[in-house]
């Protein structure tokens, strides 16, 4: 009897899963009729091999095992059922689609192939199916064998109490790096080279955060203007990472040099994080491309409306939402992220608009089936996870309101800290929060401080040094005629607009750059800090660099004297939060003595050196005050159970434009404080002394912060 060509294999793992003897292939569509595989020449990817069906079905899953199939054969799905999208239903045989499981894909899509399942430009618009065949112009998946040696790599699991966030795009941190070979430039082997790694471990990062590495597509928009999707932010495929950032190859090459970079990072002692896209997908609204999901099963994969399910339900602002409240759409995100955890070895995860995953059917829901899932999961809920926690949709602003396990990008801290030093009004009762862990955003669901990751900038906005050199946006570069970034940026130039040669004006900037960056490591939560920002990188006033994959984004490493001054700023701050344990707490502050504590964890005062009391607050122009962190009243014991002792510190807050007399506290709150940080000394400052009750001038614009040393109460 002759044995089938296609045996009938086995409906899990999802994906290409290759035995030694050849593939079991597995994908799911719920309302397809035929589903086939089609193999192509690693050596000519346009050209087609073979194409065969895969005749089982289980639980909605296409499957089938090919005996002799092997490793680094290249493939791509065609799936066949009725073409309506009035019905949500917009299958295509013509379209090559790209496996959801796919590990590894070869090749990028070419702006150029009719990848639109309709006759683009048509009167009919997507209601016309399309019959030009795309699969010259469609990446393959690649059939991989995992032979990685991990060398006993481990994890280095930084508790999030220490943990310091280094946000970081691949290619834009390495690329013009005069210590790390050409060839490795942009590329994941050259983020972990040495060079890349002194500089992180100088400025004390404990996790990189990068930007997204799955393989994405460019916008056709972008493509017409001879553009490209720096950021990445529009995701073709979850599992694979993005051959662009590969030194080594597209073959599968790109993930066994993912793989090594996670394991040099780590033996460093740096962890990985990734920036991570599953609110929505490159393939667009119903005027969009067919790559892969939307061939599928696009009601399943995507949300749809229910009046009418031709169009897709838009909580992104990118043309479609994921669909979270199908069961295999949030199966293949949890497949995707244990993926990342347990295959890639990384160490957490930011999610982009992290409100679309929390939606049902109703709306945002703490309760949603996504956080259940991540919950309960052994391995996912272990892992680092921080939110976005804002999409374009109504009610989409959900700072604070995320359930526990999760940290947030506090989007509340960032604005503040920026009104506070522009000068605003009204700002002394939020900044009293932002800085001490915003106990008001997350004490109440049972989160710690650590639920809030602190920062003043992000890849999405304007750079540190913009940020004080331009009030407006200047995003003319990007060729939407200024229309596209953030109107609203709390954003001050420091009377200038724009770069100048004030000595005067620059003076302030570089001195309001220290202010942001030793607030940032002086508040309580988790800092993050975005590559470059320690050493002035500019993007010239765009604050929407999205699609500027150049030098307008790369980080630039010759630096002047200034951005040299910058940076060894950055790592004297760095180090003092380290050094510091009541600058990373643990819990909440109590504003009370704790065990036998000599002073209150925590107490606020006027610049009389009086404390603060409930109507200070309610001032409108209080612009200075200070705070006092007691070192002998940290309440969590160390892991060995021993109890936590560190230096007092005495913070001046001065964000008039004038310089403000500080009197310090009197005798009982301590004998001596030694001078540690003055923001508008340029270099290191000196280690002055004043006792209590003694007076310190806190310069115009400026923080001071001055140290009562553990010793004199041991």
């Known amino acids: 009897m002759r044995r089938a060509e296609v045996l009938p294999g086995k409906p899990f793992p999802l994906g290409a899963t290759y035995d030694g003897s050849g593939v079991n292939f597995a994908v799911f569509s719920e309302h397809a009729k035929k589903v086939e595989v089609c193999l192509f020449d690693p050596a000519d990817p346009k050209k087609e091999t073979r194409r065969f069906p895969l005749l089982e079905t289980t639980n909605h899953v296409w499957h089938g095992y090919m005996p002799g199939v092997h490793a680094g054969c290249l493939y791509g799905l065609r799936v066949h059922g009725p073409y309506e999208p009035k019905k949500g239903l917009r299958f295509n045989p013509h379209k090559l689609l790209v496996d959801p499981y796919a590990k590894a894909l070869h090749g990028k899509v070419d702006p150029k192939a009719p990848f639109h399942a309709y006759v683009h430009g048509g009167k009919e618009e997507d209601l016309a199916m399309d019959t030009q065949d795309d699969a010259w112009g469609v990446p393959k998946g690649v059939i991989l064998t995992d032979g990685f040696d991990w060398e006993e790599d481990r994890k280095p699991e930084v508790p999030w109490h220490k943990t310091v966030l280094y946000e970081v795009h691949v290619k834009g941190f390495t690329k013009l790096h005069p210590g790390i070979p050409e060839n490795l430039r942009g590329t994941y082997a050259g983020l972990a080279h040495p060079a890349s790694i002194e500089h992180m471990k100088k400025v004390g990062v404990t996790s990189v955060e990068l930007l997204p590495i799955h393989a994405y597509m460019d916008e056709p928009f972008l493509t017409q203007k001879g553009r490209s999707n720096y950021w990445g932010y529009n995701t073709l495929n979850f599992f694979a990472p993005d051959a662009r950032f590969s030194a080594s190859g597209s073959l599968g090459e790109q993930v066994a040099e993912f793989k090594g970079m996670v394991k040099l990072l780590h033996r460093a002692g740096i962890e990985v994080i990734l920036d991570v896209v599953y609110n929505h997908t490159c393939e667009g609204n119903h005027l969009g491309p067919t790559l892969s999901f939307k061939g599928l099963d696009a009601g399943a994969y995507y949300r749809l409306s229910e009046k009418d399910p031709r169009y897709f339900m838009d909580f992104t602002g990118c043309g479609n939402s994921w669909n979270a409240t199908h069961p295999y759409a949030l199966k293949l995100v949890a497949d995707s992220l244990r993926y990342w955890v347990e295959v890639m070895h990384v160490d957490g995860f930011r999610f982009d608009l992290a409100t ?242 000599e002073l209150k964890d925590l107490a606020w005062f006027r610049p009389d050196g009086k404390e603060m009391k409930r109507e200070d607050w309610e001032k409108p122009y209080v612009r200075s005050l200070a705070f006092l962190l007691g070192g002998d009243a940290i309440a969590t014991p160390d892991d060995e159970g021993y109890r936590i002792v560190g230096d007092t510190l005495l913070v001046l807050l001065n964000a008039h434009h004038e310089p403000i007399t500080f009197l310090l506290p009197a005798l009982e709150w301590g004998a001596d404080w030694e001078l540690v940080v003055d923001t508008a000394a340029t270099g290191e400052s000196q280690r002055t002394h004043t006792p209590a009750g003694g007076k310190v001038q806190a310069a115009g614009r400026s923080v001071v912060v001055l140290r009562r040393p553990t010793t004199e109460w041991e």
């Open 356 to 597: 679309t995953l929390g939606r049902d059917r109703h709306g945002y829901d703490t309760r949603a089936a996504f956080f259940q899932i991540l919950h309960q999961d052994p391995v996912l809920s272990r892992a680092k996870l921080i939110a976005e926690p804002w999409d374009v949709g109504d009610y989409g602003y959900q700072v604070g309101n995320f359930p526990v396990l999760w940290s947030e990008w506090n989007g509340k801290y960032r604005d503040t800290i920026r009104r506070y030093w522009k000068g605003d009004d009204r700002q002394a009762a939020e900044i009293g929060s932002r800085l001490t862990g915003s106990s008001d955003l997350y004490a109440l669901s049972g989160r710690k401080p650590t639920a809030s990751v602190n920062f003043v900038t992000a890849h999405d906005g304007f750079t540190l040094h913009d940020l004080v050199t331009y009030s407006q946006k200047h995003n003319e570069a990007n060729g939407e005629d200024n229309r596209d970034g953030a109107n609203d940026n709390h954003a001050w130039n420091c009377g200038v607009e724009g770069e100048t040669a004030d000595p005067k004006v620059n003076a302030l900037r570089e001195q309001q750059k220290r202010n942001f960056l030793s607030t940032l490591f002086l508040s309580q939560g988790v800092p993050m800090l975005v590559a470059g920002d320690e050493m002035g990188r500019t993007q010239k006033g765009n604050n929407n660099a999205y699609c500027q994959d150049n030098e307008l984004s790369w980080v630039n490493w010759e630096l002047s004297e200034k951005q040299r001054q910058l940076l060894e700023f950055t790592t004297r701050m760095a180090k003092l939060r380290r050094e510091q344990p009541v600058l990373s707490k643990r819990r909440f502050f109590r504003g009370a003595h704790i065990w036998d504590s």
